[in-house]
């Protein structure tokens, strides 16, 4: 069940990541601090972009959002910064829209800004100056987290027109090494995500998940399920786009359309990176950003689950791709092999030009980083 399940979604991750090292080569991490100096509404439009056309590892978000913040990048802006680089991104919209349906995409990509929006009222309302004072003491340690190597890595191409520097020698070798890096970033969460979900589709009964979720109350659990969803994916240690797959599932077995929203979202409050939060910026802001993020993405879910209803965009079928058993030849399999064809090129590409010095590179601390970064 699990490998059938990345059979269906090979050709849109390596899509995915193949455009999001597109975007990476020409958008330079060094400059995006210098624009996140403030929360005013145009900052955190800007942070949201920018996170938009970073990477989808949740590790290596939360790793470069408190890299800006220790180069002076605004608490809230960097915050929002990192929401976006995992709920903004192309691969995660290619995959949701070949899984799940085109509903699920622009759910998660009209949810997400709504959920910045919530978040930075809320930081607004309740984040004290002293809060940010014992986050950026404690950020300032730099005690050592995931991934850290992987976000303060900057390829990008900067000089010149944006076609010729995207087709430029340096170019394609910063879009090679930006796609296996985001690749080895996340394999485990993919393969966690596949196992998980394959198990849960094959062990537990709908009418369990029915249970779980309230079915039987068709208005409860429109609220019930944006409150649990999160908790499920807080428990089930899967991020980034390794929680599709058990959103499928979820959504076949009863969850309501704002409860799987809302469990996508949650991949930024997962319990290994709440540790890392402690780390980064000690445990009492750790506990906020759990509290904030929380109801921010409830909120979000279930504010988008009544713009959909009211505008009649609920999926009515209950079918996502996810019980697939059996590999056949159809257009999945002709684009799974082209788009290999892709990734061994961009492969190629990335051991030819010193690949696997940096891939080694992708766990150190920033202090490490710097060091070998001449």
């Not at 913040?69 to 290619?94: C, H, M, P, Y």
């Not at 622009?106 to 309740?126: C, D, K, S, W």
């Not at 506990?287 to 965009?313: D, P």
């Not at 092999?337 to 090129?345: C, E, M, Q, S």
Request: glycine letters at 8%; aromatic letters at 12%; one cysteine or more.
């Amino acid at each position: 069940m699990a490998f059938a399940m990345f059979w269906e979604i090979l050709w849109p991750l390596i899509l995915g990541f193949f455009l999001s090292g597109v975007v990476q080569a020409v958008v330079s991490k060094a400059k995006i601090s210098k624009t996140l100096g403030d929360d005013r509404p145009k900052t955190i439009a800007v942070a949201t972009a920018l996170g938009a056309a970073s990477s989808s590892c949740s590790y290596a978000a939360v790793a470069l959002a408190r890299s800006l913040f220790r180069k002076g990048a605004n608490f809230t802006a960097a915050i929002a910064f990192q929401l976006a680089s995992t709920n903004l991104v192309a691969e995660l919209g290619i995959i949701l829209a070949v899984l799940m349906g085109w509903q699920f995409t622009v759910a998660e990509f009209a949810g997400a800004p709504v959920m910045v929006t919530i978040l930075v009222m809320l930081f607004r309302a309740f984040l004290t100056p002293d809060m940010v004072r014992q986050a950026k003491e404690q950020a300032d340690k730099g005690l050592k987290g995931s991934m850290e190597g992987h976000a303060e890595m900057d390829m990008s191409v900067t000089e010149g027109p944006l076609f010729k520097r995207l087709f430029s020698t340096k170019g394609w070798t910063a879009v090679s090494h930006y796609f296996v890096m985001d690749w080895a970033a996340i394999w485990k969460d993919i393969t966690g995500g596949l196992l998980l979900a394959g198990a849960l589709a094959t062990w537990v009964p709908n009418h369990a998940w029915q249970s779980f979720f309230l079915t039987s109350h068709p208005l409860l659990t429109k609220f019930w399920s944006p409150l649990v969803g999160p908790i499920v994916a807080i428990l089930s240690f899967v991020c980034s786009v390794g929680n599709v797959p058990l959103a499928a599932v979820l959504w076949n077995g009863g969850s309501s359309f704002g409860g799987v929203i809302a469990f996508l979202f949650a991949d930024l409050i997962v319990i290994p990176i709440l540790d890392i939060y402690r780390k980064y910026y000690g445990k009492r802001v750790a506990l906020f950003l759990l509290g904030t993020i929380y109801v921010s993405m409830a909120g979000a879910a279930l504010l988008i689950e009544w713009i959909f209803q009211a505008t009649h965009l609920l999926p009515r079928e209950r079918h996502a791709t996810v019980v697939e058993t059996a590999i056949r030849w159809n257009y999945t399999s002709v684009l799974n092999i082209v788009f290999l064809a892709l990734a061994f090129v961009l492969l190629i590409r990335f051991f030819r030009t010193g690949g696997l010095k940096m891939l080694k590179m992708m766990d150190e601390s920033p202090a490490e980083h710097q060091k070998h970064h001449g």
